[in-house]
């Protein structure tokens, strides 16, 4: 049975898979890695994913989304024409086209798959990708987080080395730190830390509100059309933008063209907070393993968004180390995933390599203090600490707070805040006392595992009577639940993969329309018309030469557009 790795990013994934000759990255309908995370529901009710649907986000930004893993987890709908999708359910779409490539690439039927998270994904985020996974009829033998799937793709061939690393992963959307160390074949997590609404996007989003500033400009000044042509913008100008070089933004707002020109000292500049919140997570990682910078071997980038020239340069002075890169930072991630497959599958060709994990959050239960005189509800005693290694099993006794009290509700949280009502709920444990009484003992036991499963058994001293609660990363949906989500989503149709090619040519040339005026517009408009017309005859071969002119043609539209 094959097992595949995905890379589900913010802003784009991919889907691997451990073989007989190693890692195989597996290319999607149109021949690429990376597909884009980006979910569009066209004129004929039809899904669109990848990179169709992210030429949408210009042309018809009403009906597309993207950047929404960000939200898992949480309760946000995303409305799609007059559909409402929930991020769990535009992140099935992903799983289900990458499934799909995987498939068509083995001629097989998929069903398992490691998936990777940020490593500072909560219990709710985590549960809410393998929610995801089970829409697109996909089995989770594994959540591995991304930092640590990175090190298993650098760590493949070097596995003699004995060194210590910070692994900085910059993605579309997330930000996470992972303080590693390797030695004798072992890789070992020692501390992570994150934040999960810093990434690229908020790059991207600081030079949008500068670019608006210096002309005077409100975000809502912009159509939405407007909006997505400016971000297409600016995100070429971040691919874009050398050191030697201003880089040049260019948009237009009604029937006015605009162009700001910005250099790399002044995006620095624009960019310091976002680095600033970089800066704290990374020293709180170092902190927790009890290291400085000075005692790091290697510093190695992945993520998207760490291909960003004044982001390497900031890590270098801060770390004081050249930042290594040489397994291309999208693709890292993807790897390791497949990796990791190979590891549950007892593959031997990687039975030299063990990774060991921490816990991303101080996991514990809620208590009542008394201080002077009085009691404190509500506060947060930890049971195991953020960054202990796993598995880990802790031991902890407590006691009734009145003498009228015949129960203990014990409940569960995960966070690093002082009161539980700061913290996530992630389960809860009664257990009936055999009398009333402060004077009886409860032994609380909390194991976790490296499958993210926690074990909490509560043992009354006087009787020995257990009770006990499992609480699982990625609970799993219900039958039911099932059965309405697939029934919801049965009625909506996936658009047919053997033409996404041309597909992606002609939502390419509406995006391109929309960002141009005037005869270049008419122009696009009668070429897209002549390519259209050729499809419909449905004559394959001069489908495949009208579709070589028509992409030549666009290519070379998109460096007029401005």
């Given at each position: 049975m094959t097992?595949?790795?995905?890379?589900?990013?913010?802003?784009?994934?991919?889907?691997?898979?451990?073989?007989?000759?190693?890692?195989k990255l597996i290319p999607n309908v149109l021949g690429d890695y990376l597909t884009p995370s980006v979910v569009s529901l066209d004129e004929n009710n039809q899904i669109l994913v990848g990179k169709i649907a992210k030429e949408r986000l210009v042309s018809h930004p009403e009906k597309t989304a993207a950047a929404f893993k960000r939200f898992m987890g949480t309760e946000k709908k995303y409305k799609l024409g007059n559909?409402?999708?929930?991020?769990?359910?535009?992140?099935?779409?992903?799983?289900?086209?990458?499934?799909?490539?995987?498939?068509?690439?083995?001629?097989?039927?998929?069903?398992?798959?490691?998936?990777?998270?940020?490593?500072?994904?909560?219990?709710l985020q985590r549960e809410a990708t393998i929610q995801a996974a089970q829409l697109s009829r996909l089995n989770v033998v594994g959540l591995i987080s991304e930092p640590t799937a990175a090190?298993?793709?650098?760590?493949?061939?070097?596995?003699?080395?004995?060194?210590?690393?910070?692994?900085?992963?910059?993605?579309?959307?997330?930000?996470?730190?992972?303080?590693?160390?390797?030695?004798?074949?072992?890789?070992?997590?020692?501390?992570?830390?994150?934040?999960?609404?810093?990434?690229?996007?908020?790059?991207?989003?600081?030079?949008?509100?500068?670019?608006?500033?210096?002309?005077?400009l409100n975000i809502e000044d912009l159509s939405a059309d407007e909006k997505g042509i400016l971000t297409k913008a600016v995100e070429t100008y971040k691919k874009e933008l050398n050191p030697q070089i201003d880089g040049e933004i260019s948009f237009r707002c009604g029937e006015t063209r605009y162009s700001v020109s910005i250099d790399s000292k002044q995006l620095t500049g624009i960019c310091?907070?976002?680095?600033?919140?970089?800066?704290?997570?990374?020293?709180?990682?170092?902190?927790?393993?009890?290291?400085?910078?000075?005692?790091?071997?290697?510093?190695?980038?992945?993520?998207?968004?760490?291909?960003?020239?004044?982001?390497?340069?900031?890590?270098?002075?801060?770390?004081?180390?050249?930042?290594?890169?040489?397994?291309?930072?999208?693709?890292?991630?993807?790897?390791?995933?497949?990796i990791q497959a190979a590891l549950i599958s007892r593959n031997e060709d990687v039975s030299e390599m063990m990774m060991t994990d921490v816990c991303g959050f101080s996991l514990g239960v809620e208590v009542v203090a008394k201080f002077q005189n009085s009691y404190r509800e509500g506060l947060f005693s930890p049971m195991v600490e953020r960054n202990s290694t796993i598995p880990i099993s802790i031991e902890r006794l407590f006691t009734p707070?009145?003498?009228?009290?015949?129960?203990?509700?014990?409940?569960?949280?995960?966070?690093e805040n002082r009161f539980v009502k700061d913290n996530l709920k992630i389960g809860d444990l009664k257990i009936l006392l055999p009398r009333k009484g402060k004077d009886?003992?409860?032994?609380?036991?909390?194991?976790?595992?490296?499958?993210?499963?926690?074990?909490?058994?509560?043992?009354?001293?006087?009787?020995?009577?257990?009770?006990?609660?499992?609480?699982?990363?990625?609970?799993?949906?219900?039958?039911?639940?099932?059965?309405?989500?697939?029934?919801?989503?049965?009625?909506?149709k996936i658009h047919p993969r053997e033409r996404e090619e041309n597909k992606y040519l002609i939502a390419k040339a509406n995006r391109i329309y929309a960002e141009s005026l005037g005869e270049k517009r008419d122009f696009i408009q009668k070429v897209t018309n002549e390519f259209e017309i050729v499809l419909e005859k449905q004559n394959d071969h001069d489908i495949k030469h009208a579709a070589k002119n028509f992409a030549d043609l666009l290519n070379d539209l998109e460096k007029e557009v401005f």
């Open positions: 097992i595949i790795g995905i890379d589900l990013g913010t802003s784009n994934s991919l889907v691997s898979c451990w073989t007989e000759e190693g890692v559909t409402y999708f929930s991020p769990v359910e535009l992140s099935s779409f992903i799983l289900s086209s990458l499934k799909k490539d995987a498939e068509t690439f083995f001629n097989e039927t998929i069903t398992e798959a490691v998936i990777t998270v940020p490593a500072y994904f909560n219990n090190a298993l793709a650098y760590g493949i061939h070097d596995l003699n080395q004995d060194i210590s690393f910070a692994m900085i992963d910059l993605g579309g959307g997330t930000f996470d730190v992972s303080i590693m160390e390797m030695f004798e074949g072992v890789m070992q997590v020692n501390a992570i830390s994150g934040d999960n609404f810093l990434g690229g996007e908020n790059f991207t989003q600081e030079i949008i509100e500068f670019v608006l500033k210096e002309k005077d310091e907070p976002l680095f600033l919140r970089m800066r704290n997570i990374i020293l709180k990682a170092l902190k927790d393993s009890n290291l400085s910078v000075h005692d790091l071997d290697k510093v190695i980038l992945i993520g998207g968004a760490t291909k960003l020239s004044i982001v390497q340069d900031y890590l270098r002075h801060l770390l004081l180390k050249f930042p290594y890169t040489e397994i291309n930072p999208d693709e890292a991630v993807g790897i390791g995933a497949s707070v009145s003498e009228e009290q015949d129960e203990i509700h014990f409940q569960i949280y995960q966070g009886q003992a409860i032994l609380v036991r909390f194991t976790y595992d490296t499958n993210g499963v926690l074990e909490v058994i509560a043992k009354i001293s006087e009787t020995g009577e257990e009770k006990q609660l499992y609480i699982q990363q990625g609970s799993q949906l219900s039958t039911e639940e099932l059965k309405k989500s697939f029934a919801r989503l049965s009625k909506l």
